[in-house]
């Protein structure tokens, strides 16, 4: 499954110029999880810029808190679903999609994904019906004319996309796209003392880090005791952060932990390896750092953002589902002990680097441009301005369709026409 990884945001930008200087006012409509810690980097960035921003968010959010920071500002509007409704929808569809969707057959696996989207089209659908049905909220950002989401997203100014050529292949891109990925990514800080002195124990084999991501916190006990059994028996020592029971099999040199410092593990000159889910957010830190990577893609854009990690050269990957304990052992001593993955790593880390604007700056710029200039029309491609029928050229197929039509009708009359006449004309020299 193709899914472009897009900073799912919308922006809606208020220009506001000062004597003093230029600053703006922003309004974020947020998404929930990895997209949210992109977001919530940029935030920051426009904050420190003097840019005034409003996080416009539901009652019920699972990782969603402007209230973590005391310079957002907040316009919380009331849904009827609650906060652990909402989780557990999230973690419900997670389950189905990881252990019980990719048993069923083809049509079965797209019946249920269209329902469980259904659904969660609903959930949004509420939450959007929530903020613009709600008067005082409206009043307060002050009403505009009634419009859909597909229209709003069409008159987006820009897009910024969450990958990188370190990243993606060559392929062709509109001018209001622009590549920002790994904009989160910033240089390790020094580890937690206990957690340093764990990483130190691992003497000259060194550490791996091991995390599913933010959506994942728990697995089956079947499939946590073949993960752990497999990491018993590697020399390295391993960071996993797994919130769920102990595996029976964990070993003596795997430390589980209900949160890690990612950035700051795969930045430690003693990491070997990163087993990953996949996440665009992991992958790139991994790739910021020069990090070789073990894919165990699950669900989402997961297995396609492995799929580029292999095709890199930068990562093995595993079968979430198909997965034996040896599977796991092979794949972690094909990363770690063929120095090739680690080579790839540190040359999409090189190309990474190597850029004349940072993610971060390059991101903050082009929405600063788009409040400076009130827009980027220039840069939008016409298509959003067509018709449906325009878009998809049936007006000129129509009309191609009639030119040829009306020549062969001409054609086809004229045919007639010489016949008839050749038939009169053999007819009268028969009676001459």
Known sequence: MRSEKWISALWLLQLSCFSCGFCGKVLVWPMEYS???????????????????????????????????????????????NQEDLANFFENFITLWTYEWRKL??????????DMFFQYSR??????????????????????????????????????????WDFEFPRPYLPNFEFVGGLHCKPAKPLPE?????????GEHGIV??????????????????????????????LWRYKGKKPDTLGPNTKTFDWIPQNDLLGHPKTKAFITHGGT?????????????????????????????????????????????EDMVNALKTVINNPSYKENA???????????????????????????HKGAKHLRPAAHDLTWYQ???LDVIGFLLACVATVVFIVTKSCLFCCRKLGKTGKKQKRA
């Open 391 to 393: 878009y998809h050229s």
């Open 105 to 114: 057959p083809p049509l079965a696996y797209g019946a249920a994904m269209q």
């Open 209 to 238: 880090v091991f995390s599913l991501g933010s959506m994942v916190k728990n697995l089956t006990d079947e499939k946590s005791n073949l993960i752990a059994a497999a990491l018993a028996q590697i020399p390295q020592k391993v």
């Open 194 to 202: 206990d957690m340093e002195k764990f990483v130190q124990s691992s």
């Open 281 to 325: 957010n992991g992958i790139y830190e991994a790739i910021y750092h020069g990090i070789p990577m073990i894919g165990v893609p699950m669900f989402a854009d997961q297995p396609d953002n492995i799929a580029h990690m292999k095709a890199k050269g930068a990562a093995v990957e595993v079968d979430f589902n198909s997965m034996t304990t």
């Open 35 to 81: 997209h949210w810690i992109n977001l919530k980097t940029i935030l920051d960035e426009l904050l420190d810029r003097g840019h005034e921003v409003t996080v416009l968010t539901p009652s019920a959010t699972v990782f969603v808190d402007p209230s973590n920071s005391s310079r957002l500002h907040a316009e919380v509007f009331p849904v009827r679903i």
């Open 346 to 372: 540190m040359r999409l880390s090189r190309i990474h680097h190597d850029q004349p604007v940072k993610p971060l700056d390059r991101a903050v710029f082009w929405i600063e441009f788009v409040m400076r």
């Open 123 to 164: 959930v949004v659908k509420h939450q959007c019906e929530s903020a613009v049905l709600n008067k005082d909220l409206m009043e307060k950002l002050k009403k505009g004319r009634p419009t859909t989401l597909c229209e709003t997203m069409g008159k987006a100014e820009m897009w910024l996309i969450r990958t990188y």
